[in-house]
Each structure stands twice: as structure tokens, then as C-alpha cells.
């Protein structure tokens, strides 16, 4: 079974501009999160999606945003980027219903903004 | 607000020795508790999980002991292995305030294993 799939893998980026980044989940997930992981904050959750809808939000600004398609793939847009963007953005899928919800994660997308 | 306080930040073990990772969380509303394996250019894996129910799981040379009333939760890796030299990072989540996928993670621990 393939696992969680995140393109693209690396991507620099300026400041001001906008980026999206696109996730696969594991066949049959229908729940797909977003987590941004950096050296100084760490791992932290954006938002969560399920079945085309967000589900929860994290304490992120208004410029972070995201969406699921019907298939379940999920992207994640990054407005106006900012040099504290720059982080390592990673998707995860669950499978509803499952005893313990286990999160499986995608090696990520490394942003670098300049 | 860190609602997970990991320690330590780094820990260096030798090879056939016990690694010892803790965590403590705040919020008593949490009834999830993951704890994840990343290694370097790698997304989180999970390693093992425990529900507030219990007060030990064990898998394999993975054990999670959890101590409800004292919020406190540690991961121990026996017989530890240069394989096993990653970053663990705790995590909690709440079924009422977010679904377990919203997880509130530690801020991690790097663990290196000597031959």
C-alpha cells in the first residue's frame, strides 16, 4: 500500500509570493491533516480536513489555507510568504473510524523562502 | 502556551543500554498519547500509543508508562540500538477538543545510540 505522498518534495520561494502544496493520502484515508515542523517552534498542527470540510484549525494566520477534494487529495496554499514560512510542511491521513485514529506522515515538503 | 514539556532535548546512550524520554502534558482533557520516530529527511512514525486507561503498553522493546495523576508520560527503549538513533517526539490529542488527528506535540528528543 503506498504511503502518504507529498509533492513537491523542495521549493524556494520569495518573499510576498504564494505557494501550493499538494498531498496524497493513503488509499481509502479520508482524513488528511497539515502539520508545519520547524527548529524553533517544532511540529505544529495547521488544519485538518475531512470529507471536503475542515474539520479544525490551528493557531495559524488567515494566509494559511487548504482544501480536500473529493478523492481526498488535499492541498495547502501559503500566501504572501514570509521568511518565517520557511519550514518543513508536512500532510498526514487517518482512517476514519479506526481504534486510536493512527496518523500516518508524508516525508513533507521543505519550503525555503527568500 | 506548550501544552507537552519533553525532556531531555538530546540524550546519547550506549548500544545494549535503556533510553528514557518523558513527557508532560496540562491539559486533562488529552486521552491520546502517541509517541512518534523521525529520522533525518523522514516524516514522523508512529512508534507506540496509550490510552489513559492503562497504565503501561509495551510492543516489542517499546514500553509507554503513563501516570494520569501526575499528567506524566515516558517512552523507554530497551536494549537500545545504533538503529534505533532518531528524534522521538511525544504527542497528545483530545477526542472532545479536536479529534486525535489534532495532536500537540513535545518539542522532541534526539537520540543517539553508540556502538
Known amino acids: 500500500k503506498a504511503g502518504v505522498t507529498q509533492t513537491p518534495r523542495y521549493l524556494i520561494k520569495t518573499r510576498g509570493q504564494q505557494v501550493t502544496l499538494s498531498c496524497s493520502p493513503i488509499s481509502g484515508h479520508r482524513s488528511v491533516s497539515w502539520y508545519q515542523q520547524t527548529p524553533g517552534q517544532g511540529l505544529q498542527f495547521l488544519f485538518e480536513?475531512?470529507?471536503?470540510?475542515?474539520?479544525n484549525k490551528g493557531n495559524f494566520p488567515g494566509r494559511f489555507s487548504g482544501r480536500q477534494f473529493s478523492n481526498s487529495r488535499s492541498e495547502m496554499n501559503v500566501s504572501t510568504l514570509e521568511l518565517g514560512d520557511s519550514a518543513l510542511y508536512l500532510c498526514?491521513?487517518?482512517?476514519?473510524?479506526?481504534?486510536?485514529?493512527?496518523?500516518?506522515f508524508g516525508e513533507g515538503s521543505w519550503l525555503t523562502v527568500v | 502556551q506548550q501544552q507537552v514539556k519533553q525532556s531531555p532535548q538530546s540524550l546519547i546512550v550506549q548500544k545494549g543500554g535503556i533510553s528514557i524520554i518523558n513527557c508532560a502534558y496540562e491539559n486533562t482533557a488529552f486521552d491520546y498519547f502517541p509517541w512518534y520516530q523521525q529520522f533525518p529527511g523522514k516524516g514522523p512514525a508512529l512508534l507506540i500509543a496509550?490510552?489513559?486507561?492503562?497504565s503501561e503498553k509495551k510492543e516489542g522493546r517499546f514500553t509507554i508508562s503513563f501516570n494520569k495523576s501526575a499528567k506524566q508520560f515516558s517512552l523507554h527503549i530497551m536494549d537500545s540500538q545504533p538503529g534505533d538513533s532518531a528524534t522521538y517526539f511525544c504527542a497528545a490529542s483530545s477526542i472532545r477538543e479536536g479529534g486525535s488527528e489534532k495532536l500537540v506535540f513535545g518539542k522532541g528528543t534526539k537520540l543517539t545510540v553508540n556502538p
Open positions: 498526514a491521513s487517518s482512517l476514519e473510524g479506526e481504534s486510536g485514529n493512527t496518523i500516518y
Open positions: 496509550i490510552r489513559p486507561d492503562v
Open positions: 480536513y475531512f470529507s471536503e470540510t475542515q474539520r
